[in-house]
C-alpha cells in the first residue's frame, strides 16, 4: 500500500494552519512517522523547506501525479518542536479533537512577538579621556555634548532614555561621539519577565526521614536510568513542596529543567515566592493573566536554556525545555488539570506520555488523591510515598458532623447549627478569625414558587436564575439578566423564594445574627477582576475581616494562622451533582476545608452541617481518614466499572436545531452499539444542562474495560460523522470525563 505523509511547512508560529499532502517516495517508504523533521519542496520555486510530519496514511487528497514528494528525512538533534509535534499527534490520538486544535495546543503562542529592546549609552573613554573631551565641548559651546559627557564622568553607563529625555541630547550628537570613539551605544534584547519579586536566596530546610526517603529514591532512580511516576501521599503541611525543592534543586545540579504544575487558583504569590528565594530568577511563571508576549519570551528564554523551572497550570506542560529531567503535579486531584477546550486533555496523562517521551521523572502530590492516581499505585504502577505528619507540629484540626435535618425538628432553622453559632461566637470574643464554606457547584440560589413549584429558568440555557443583590436574576452560563419577580409568574403566589442560600444571602444572615461581624465575601461576583482574589485573601490575612465566606475557592492555598474555625454550611450539597465522582469531589473538598482550621499555634476546630451525615464522604472527611475513604469509594467504582477501574468515553453532540442533535446523538449510538462487543453504550439522552444559549445538547455514554475498545469506537464514529458531512450539529469527545454532561 502506497503511503501518504502530511505536513505541516515550518512551524513558524504565525500559521499552523493546515497540513499538506505529500507522496512519500519508496526508498522513504515505511520509514516516516509523525513527528518526523523532512524537506520537502514548497510553493511555485518547489524551494526546499522543512517540515514536520503530523501522519502517515494511506489515503490519497489528489491523484499521485499532481502531488510533490518528500525529498528527504532531516537528521541530527531533533529540534524542540518535533516533540510537540509527537505531543499533539498523541493527544488527537487519545483524546480525540482535529490535529489543529491539538497543534494549537501544544504550540500556545501562534504569534513571534517582537522582542523588547531595552537602549543604553556606554563610555569607552576613561575617566580621565572624557574630561579633556568635555573640556573641548565646553569651549565650543556643543551644550548637549556637554551635558553628557559631564554625567559619562560619574556612570559608565546611562539609560537611553534618560540621555534622550532629561539630558536633551539628540541622536545625531549620539552618532558623532560613537563615531569619535568615545562613547557606544548598545541595545539589548530582554525578555518580559511576568515576575517581579526581589528576594534573597534561601538555602533548603534539613529535610525528615521520610522526605529524604522520596529524594533519595526519585535522584537515584534518575541516575540509574529508571524512569517512573511518584506519587506523595500526605495532608497539607506534610512537607510535599519542601520535597519538589529538593528534587528541582538535584535536577538542576544535573543540568536539567523542570516543570512544576500547580492550579491556577494554588498558584499563590507565597508559593511563587517560595520558589525564587530557592532558585532566583532562572524560575518562570506561565499561566493565563500573562500577556502574549510575555508567554512568547519565556518560551523563548526555556528554548535558550536560560530557565530551570517554569510553574504554571497544565498549559506550563507545553513550555519547550530542550533537556526535561522532571514533571512535578502538585494537587494532582485537581478537576482543573482536565481541559475543557477540545483536545479535552487530562494534565495528568499529558505529562506522563511527555515525561516518557522527553526521558523525564513524573511527580504527583496531593493530600486527597484522585482515585485514578491511588489505583494505579496500589496496582504497582505508580511508587507511592507516604508523608505522614505535619512538619511545623500543628495538629489536625478536630472535625464534628451536625446533622441538619436535626437541627430543623428541634426548631432551628437558621443557616447556623446552634453549635457553629456558639462555636462562632466564642471566636469573635476571642478575635481570632472564621472561614465558612458553602460547598456549592454551578449555580445556587436558585427561585422557585413554594405554591405551585414553578421555578425560573433561562430561556436560552436549560438552567435556574439565581437571585443576586439589586434586584436581578441573572443566568451563569449565559449571562441573561432580568428583573426579579414579587411574584410567581404562573400563579401569581408571592411566596416566590430562593430555595438553596447563596453567598450573598448568607452575608446578609451574618450580618443580622452577628451584630457588627466584618464579613469578606469571595465567590465567582466578587473575584471577576484580576487580582481581586489575591486582595481579598491578603484583606482577610491582615485581619480586616473576622469572617472569610466564600465558595470552593477559599479552601485552597493561602495559610491563615488566626483561623481557628472552619464551618461548612452545607457539605452534602456537591453529593447531588449525580455524576461518579461527586462522591469523590465532596470528599476532598471537606478534607481541604477542615484542614484550613489551626494552621498556626493556636488550636483550631471544624464544624461540617450536612443532611447526610451517614454518607462516607462525610464520614470519612470528618475522621480525615483517605485510606478508608478510597476503600469504599473503589467498590462503588468497581461495581459501577466506571474509572479508574473501567474506561468511560463521553460524546456529546450539539445543534442549534433540537432534532438534529438528537438525531445524530442516536446515529452515534447505533454506531456505538454496532462496533464493538466489550462497550456498553448508554444514551441517548439529553444533556443534564440540555440547552446552553440556545444550543441544544445531547449525549452518549460508552463505557468499557478496555481503553482500546474506546478508541476503537471513537475512531469508527469519527470515520462516519466525517462522511456525513455536518454542517449543523458538532461533535466532541470526552475520554474518561470529569463532569457529568
Ligand atoms: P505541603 O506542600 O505538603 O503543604 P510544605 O512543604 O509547604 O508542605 O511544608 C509545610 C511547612 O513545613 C512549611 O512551613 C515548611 O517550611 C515546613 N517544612 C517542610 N519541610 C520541613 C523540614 N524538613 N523541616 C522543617 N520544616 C519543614
Ligand atoms: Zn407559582
Ligand atoms: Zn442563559
Known amino acids: 500500500m502506497?503511503?501518504?505523509?502530511?505536513?505541516?511547512?515550518?512551524?513558524?508560529?504565525?500559521?499552523?494552519?493546515?497540513?499538506?499532502?505529500?507522496?512519500?517516495p519508496d526508498v522513504l517508504q515505511g520509514k516516516l512517522e509523525a513527528g518526523m523533521c523532512v524537506q520537502v519542496p514548497f510553493g511555485q520555486g518547489n524551494r526546499l523547506r522543512q517540515g514536520y510530519v503530523v501522519e502517515v496514511t494511506d489515503k490519497a487528497q489528489f491523484p499521485d501525479e499532481k502531488m510533490k514528494q518528500v525529498e528527504g528525512i532531516l537528521t541530527g538533534s531533533l529540534p524542540v518542536e518535533a516533540d510537540a509535534i509527537r505531543l499533539a499527534v498523541w493527544m488527537r490520538q487519545t483524546y480525540g479533537s482535529t490535529m489543529i486544535a491539538a497543534l494549537r495546543t501544544v504550540l500556545p503562542v501562534k504569534q513571534?512577538?517582537?522582542?523588547?529592546?531595552?537602549?543604553?549609552?556606554?563610555?569607552?573613554f576613561t575617566r580621565e579621556e572624557t574630561t579633556a573631551v568635555l573640556g573641548e565641548a565646553i569651549r565650543k559651546h556643543q551644550g548637549a555634548r556637554a551635558r553628557l559627557l559631564s554625567e559619562l564622568i560619574h556612570e559608565e553607563i546611562l539609560p537611553y532614555e534618560l540621555v534622550v529625555g532629561k539630558l536633551n541630547v539628540s541622536a545625531s550628537t549620539l552618532r558623532s561621539l560613537e563615531a569619535q570613539g568615545v562613547i557606544k551605544v548598545e541595545s539589548e534584547n530582554y525578555y518580559r519577565n511576568p515576575v517581579k519579586l526581589e528576594t534573597a536566596r534561601e538555602a533548603g530546610l534539613t529535610l525528615s526521614k521520610e522526605q529524604e526517603a522520596v529524594r533519595e529514591e526519585v535522584l537515584s532512580d534518575y541516575d540509574k536510568g529508571i524512569r517512573k511516576t511518584y506519587l506523595i501521599h500526605g495532608i497539607t503541611g506534610s512537607g510535599k513542596t519542601e520535597v519538589y525543592l529538593s528534587l528541582i534543586e538535584g535536577m538542576?545540579?544535573?543540568?536539567?529543567?523542570?516543570?512544576?504544575?500547580?492550579?491556577?487558583?494554588a498558584l499563590t504569590y507565597q508559593t511563587l515566592l517560595r520558589f525564587y528565594k530557592r532558585f532566583g530568577d532562572r524560575v518562570s511563571v506561565m499561566n493565563s493573566t500573562?500577556?502574549?508576549?510575555?508567554?512568547?519570551?519565556?518560551?523563548?528564554?526555556?528554548?535558550?536554556?536560560?530557565?530551570?523551572?517554569?510553574?504554571?497550570?497544565?498549559?506550563?506542560?507545553?513550555?519547550?525545555?530542550?533537556?526535561?529531567?522532571?514533571?512535578?503535579?502538585?494537587e494532582e486531584h485537581e478537576g482543573s488539570y482536565k481541559s475543557e477546550a477540545m483536545p479535552k486533555y487530562h494534565a495528568r496523562e499529558t505529562a506522563q506520555y511527555l515525561a516518557k517521551m522527553k526521558g523525564a521523572s513524573l511527580v504527583l502530590g496531593s493530600a486527597t488523591p484522585s482515585l485514578e492516581a491511588y489505583y494505579r499505585a496500589k496496582e504497582g504502577r505508580y511508587r507511592l510515598f507516604t508523608l505522614s505528619s505535619r512538619l511545623t507540629g500543628g495538629k489536625l484540626a478536630p472535625v464534628s458532623v451536625v446533622d441538619l435535618r436535626k437541627e430543623l425538628r428541634e426548631g432551628n432553622r437558621s443557616i447556623f447549627s446552634r453549635k457553629l453559632k456558639e462555636l462562632m461566637e466564642d471566636r469573635l470574643s476571642r478575635k481570632e478569625?472564621?472561614?465558612?464554606?458553602?460547598?456549592?457547584?454551578?449555580?445556587?440560589?436558585?427561585?422557585?414558587?413554594?405554591?405551585c413549584g414553578h421555578v425560573m429558568k433561562c430561556p436560552h440555557c436549560d438552567v435556574s436564575l439565581s437571585r443576586h443583590a439589586g434586584g436581578k436574576l441573572v443566568c451563569h452560563y449565559c449571562g441573561y439578566e432580568t428583573r426579579d419577580v414579587e411574584k410567581c409568574?404562573?400563579?401569581?403566589?408571592?411566596?416566590?423564594?430562593?430555595?438553596?442560600a447563596g453567598t450573598q444571602q448568607i452575608e446578609q444572615q451574618l450580618y443580622q445574627y452577628f451584630p457588627g461581624i466584618r464579613v469578606l465575601r469571595m465567590d465567582g461576583d466578587t473575584t471577576r477582576q484580576k487580582d481581586s482574589y489575591e486582595k481579598i485573601l491578603s484583606?482577610?490575612?491582615?485581619?480586616?475581616?473576622?469572617?472569610?465566606?466564600?465558595?470552593?475557592?477559599?479552601?485552597?492555598?493561602?495559610?491563615?494562622?488566626?483561623?481557628?474555625?472552619?464551618?461548612?454550611?452545607?457539605?452534602?450539597?456537591?453529593?447531588?451533582?449525580?455524576?461518579?465522582?461527586?462522591?469523590?469531589?465532596?470528599?476532598?473538598?471537606?478534607?481541604?476545608a477542615a484542614g484550613r482550621a489551626g494552621r498556626g499555634s493556636k488550636p483550631g476546630e471544624a464544624v461540617i452541617q450536612t443532611y447526610r451525615p451517614d454518607h462516607y464522604s462525610i464520614v470519612r472527611a470528618a475522621q480525615q481518614d483517605y485510606a478508608a475513604f478510597y476503600e469504599e469509594e473503589i467498590l462503588y467504582?468497581?461495581?459501577?466499572?466506571?474509572?479508574?477501574?473501567?474506561?468511560?468515553?463521553?460524546?456529546?453532540?450539539?445543534?442549534?436545531?433540537?432534532?438534529?442533535?438528537?438525531?445524530?446523538?442516536?446515529k452515534i449510538s447505533q454506531i456505538a452499539k454496532s462496533g464493538e462487543q466489550k462497550i456498553q453504550v448508554i444514551g441517548p439522552a439529553k444533556a443534564f444542562i440540555g440547552k446552553i444559549n440556545d444550543i441544544y445538547r445531547f449525549v452518549v455514554y460508552c463505557k468499557s474495560g478496555d481503553e482500546n475498545a474506546l478508541t476503537r469506537i471513537r475512531d469508527l464514529i469519527e470515520k462516519s460523522i466525517s462522511s456525513m458531512e455536518l454542517k449543523y450539529e458538532t461533535v466532541q469527545f470526552d475520554f474518561d470525563p470529569m463532569d457529568r454532561y
Open 252 to 265: 538542576i545540579k544535573r543540568k536539567k529543567q523542570c516543570i512544576v504544575l500547580i492550579p491556577e487558583i
Open 433 to 451: 478569625q472564621i472561614m465558612l464554606f458553602l460547598n456549592r457547584r454551578g449555580y445556587a440560589g436558585f427561585i422557585s414558587c413554594r405554591s
Open 539 to 592: 484583606a482577610f490575612s491582615e485581619g480586616e475581616a473576622d469572617v472569610l465566606l466564600g465558595t470552593q475557592m477559599i479552601v485552597k492555598g493561602h495559610d491563615f494562622p488566626n483561623v481557628t474555625l472552619v464551618g461548612v454550611l452545607a457539605a452534602d450539597l456537591s453529593l447531588n451533582d449525580s455524576d461518579y465522582r461527586s462522591g469523590e469531589r465532596t470528599f476532598q473538598l471537606l478534607t481541604q
Open 2 to 24: 502506497t503511503e501518504y505523509a502530511n505536513i505541516i511547512i515550518d512551524i513558524s508560529h504565525e500559521k499552523v494552519d493546515r497540513p499538506f499532502q505529500y507522496k512519500i
Open 637 to 666: 467504582r468497581e461495581i459501577g466499572a466506571y474509572p479508574p477501574v473501567g474506561h468511560m468515553l463521553a460524546i456529546l453532540v450539539t445543534s442549534g436545531i433540537e432534532q438534529r442533535a438528537q438525531g445524530l446523538a442516536g
Open 489 to 500: 409568574p404562573s400563579c401569581g403566589s408571592p411566596y416566590i423564594l430562593g430555595f438553596k
Open 112 to 124: 513571534s512577538v517582537k522582542a523588547k529592546e531595552k537602549k543604553k549609552i556606554r563610555r569607552l
Open 290 to 330: 500573562l500577556s502574549a508576549g510575555e508567554k512568547y519570551d519565556q518560551c523563548q528564554r526555556a528554548r535558550n536554556g536560560d530557565l530551570d523551572v517554569i510553574i504554571g497550570p497544565r498549559s506550563a506542560l507545553f513550555v519547550p525545555f530542550p533537556d526535561l529531567g522532571l514533571i512535578v503535579m502538585d
